[in-house]
């Protein structure tokens, strides 16, 4: 009876110091318990978030219709004296990836055709880079922030057993249990910021793939467009 009643007394005493920890205990007092490497973890999160926002909103303004474009410069170019002029200075004025490309095209005009194949595939090769600026930040920051995270686990594992071996083996369990749930909080941070970095990359370089996919698409139909006459002559 003696010891149940030690027993009861002991959980009623363990029950409440962990009610006043959850109490007092904030989620940044949270993080802090994570140790020094959740600094690098902070890093990596906010350079992932400025990466996923800058990205985006790049994408989203490198986006125009491709063949409404197309079809404005092909009008251009048909108009007669003055409409290849016109035309770039329509490129100039929606300064978007397609028109960049396009206008390499028609300042080439007059040509060989392979000479304006070349002038797009260079200038579809720049924009291509410009598109995918950064991105291997984010897949950088999917692999190594979970790396950091449980580097911080070890390193925490490591404290706790060497406290439990200064004290030679006498350690209250709830002692041991706390050690171990401060040193997986770097674990859980750095997954969460890997998760948050490989799923955006993930989104947008499906993003990245489509804007090429519409580059390169325009690209063919302004060639086939610079060759239409020539064929007409041909079938002629």
């Given at each position: 009876?003696?010891?149940?009643?030690?027993?009861?007394?002991d959980?009623?005493?363990?029950?409440?110091?962990?009610?006043?920890?959850?109490?007092?205990?904030?989620?940044?007092?949270?993080?802090?318990?994570?140790?020094?490497?959740?600094?690098?973890?902070?890093?990596?999160?906010?350079?992932?978030?400025?990466?996923?926002?800058?990205?985006?909103?790049?994408?989203?303004?490198s986006?125009?219709?491709?063949?409404?474009f197309?079809?404005?410069?092909?009008?251009?170019?048909k108009?007669?004296?003055?409409?290849?002029?016109?035309?770039?200075?329509?490129?100039?004025?929606?300064?978007?990836?397609?028109?960049?490309?396009?206008?390499?095209?028609?300042?080439r005009?007059?040509?060989?055709?392979r000479?304006?194949?070349?002038?797009?595939?260079?200038?579809?090769?720049k924009?291509?880079f410009?598109?995918e600026?950064?991105?291997?930040?984010?897949?950088?920051?999917?692999?190594?922030?979970?790396?950091?995270?449980?580097?911080?686990?070890?390193?925490?594992?490591?404290e706790?057993?060497?406290?439990?071996?200064?004290?030679?083996?006498?350690?209250?369990?709830?002692?041991?249990?706390?050690?171990?749930?401060?040193?997986?909080?770097?674990?859980?941070?750095?997954?969460?910021?890997?998760?948050?970095?490989?799923?955006f990359?993930?989104?947008?370089l499906?993003?990245?793939?489509?804007?090429?996919?519409?580059?390169?698409?325009?690209?063919?139909?302004?060639?086939?467009?610079?060759?239409?006459?020539?064929?007409?002559d041909?079938?002629?």
């Open positions: 009876m003696n010891l149940l009643l030690l027993f009861l007394q959980s009623a005493a363990v029950d409440s110091l962990m009610a006043m920890q959850e109490e007092s205990m904030t989620f940044f007092d949270l993080l802090v318990e994570g140790g020094i490497l959740m600094i690098p973890i902070f890093i990596l999160f906010f350079i992932a978030i400025y990466v996923i926002v800058e990205r985006w909103r790049a994408l989203n303004r986006h125009i219709e491709p063949q409404s197309l079809n404005t410069v092909e009008g251009m170019l108009s007669g004296k003055g409409g290849a002029s016109n035309a770039i200075a329509y490129c100039d004025e929606t300064d978007k990836p397609i028109a960049r490309i396009i206008k390499a095209g028609i300042k005009l007059g040509r060989p055709i000479d304006i194949e070349d002038a797009i595939d260079n200038a579809g090769k924009e291509i410009f598109l600026k950064r991105m291997n930040w984010l897949a950088t920051i999917a692999g190594v922030a979970p790396l950091v995270g449980f580097t911080g686990t070890v390193t925490g594992m490591i706790a057993f060497m406290d439990i071996q200064s004290l030679q083996g006498n350690v209250n369990p709830s002692v041991l249990a706390g050690g171990i749930w401060e040193a997986l909080i770097t674990t859980a941070a750095g997954l969460i910021v890997g998760l948050i970095a490989l799923g990359y993930n989104f947008l499906g993003k990245i793939n489509r804007s090429i996919f519409e580059l390169e698409n325009a690209s063919a139909d302004f060639l086939d467009l610079l060759q239409s006459p020539a064929k007409k041909r079938e002629g």
